[in-house]
């Protein structure tokens, strides 16, 4: 075990250690050596950011002002690539510290007076604006891309449902209770040929699970190709209860049987139990379940057979439903007309 004066005696060894490494001649040739491998390596530094290099740049373009009933056919270039020659430091600077803004086209800038549907748009137009945004060293050695194309058409329009796809699956405790959609359906603007091919709006393939609480959840549509969805996405709102059990006692109905006839069964009720969502655990009980009895099905029995027990009416909402006992003894007694209506009288 280590006490106070180990620990201080350990201490001070080490320290002696590291006082002796640093006044030894050891260290002040490994000291110097690295002096000197630094400096060395700050002048090669900066040599090499003042010779000339040339590298690749990525300009965003977006293009803005499209009208709704335009969809873009063919999928438009997201950004320009420029090769650019200048001192190591400035291309540095541009791959590290600065922010490029993206090169704006105005759609009704070339679409207005166009009858064909399909543009061509040299690069060379934004020079000037890539220009602006580099150093006055800088030298642009080309735009790639040279050219940008859009292709597009006026669709028509019809109004989509939005459908969920995935996997989409709650806490084994908890239920999902309902599914609401902001919103639940979309404008889709497409050629003729292609809308009539489109019924839905179909999400993104969802994988969410083991949900314990109400979830809001921000999804995308999925691009169809030649067709616009507006708007191209929707919110979901998953809405959960927790499980909970409860059993009441359902009387057994005799179906079917002649006027002269009457059933007996043994016991004359049973237990249900269920699992049912705790919100509806009040206003679920032994009236919303039925268990007929078939007079038709009892005569196929034999005489010591029992019978099995089925629910035939059961409410929405509940769920693994068992009945206690679920086969039954009975007896079908016979009884005189006038004796059965005293009994209901």
């Known amino acids: 075990m280590f006490n106070k004066r180990n620990i201080k005696s350990i201490y001070l060894r080490t320290l002696r250690k590291i006082r002796n490494f640093f006044t030894s001649d050891q260290s002040k040739q490994f000291f110097i050596f690295l002096f000197f491998f630094f400096m060395a390596s700050g002048f090669w530094l900066l040599r090499t950011l003042y010779e000339d290099y040339e590298t690749i740049i990525n300009i965003p373009v977006r293009l803005k002002n499209i009208p709704n009933d335009v969809v873009l056919t063919v999928e438009p270039v997201n950004s320009l690539k420029i090769k650019v020659k200048d001192k190591g430091t400035a291309l540095l600077n541009y791959k590290v510290g600065k922010n490029f803004y993206p090169i704006s086209v105005d759609f009704t800038s ?56 995935g996997n989409i699956k709650s806490n084994p405790q908890y239920y999902i209770t309902d599914t609401l959609l902001t919103p639940d359906s979309a404008l889709v603007y497409a050629p003729k040929d292609i809308l009539d091919t489109i019924t839905a709006a179909y999400s993104e393939v969802l994988d969410i699970t083991n949900i314990k609480d109400t979830l809001n959840y921000k999804i995308s549509l999925l691009n169809v190709q030649g067709a616009k969805f507006i708007p191209d996405q929707t919110e979901a709102s998953f809405l959960v209860d927790l499980y909970t059990e409860k059993t009441v006692v359902v009387p057994l109905m005799g179906v079917g049987f002649p006027e002269d006839k009457i059933l007996r069964t043994f016991p004359a009720k049973v237990d249900v139990t269920f699992q049912l969502g705790l919100k509806q655990f009040q206003s679920i009980n032994e009236t919303d379940f039925s268990i007929a009895v078939p007079y038709g099905e009892l005569l196929e029995l034999g005489s010591n057979e029992k019978y099995g027990l089925k629910l035939s009416v059961i409410p929405d909402g509940v769920q693994n439903v068992r009945i206690s006992p679920d086969r039954i003894d009975f007896l079908i007694e016979k009884i005189a007309i006038e004796k059965k209506e005293n009994e209901e009288d």
């Open 110 to 165: 070339f679409a207005a007076n166009n009858i064909s549907n399909s543009v061509r748009i040299p690069s060379t137009e934004f020079q000037q604006s890539i220009l602006n945004q580099l150093s006055a060293s800088s030298k642009l050695l080309s735009i790639s891309p040279d050219t940008l194309s859009y292709v597009y058409s006026h669709g028509e329009r019809k109004k989509v449902p939005i459908t969920l796809q």
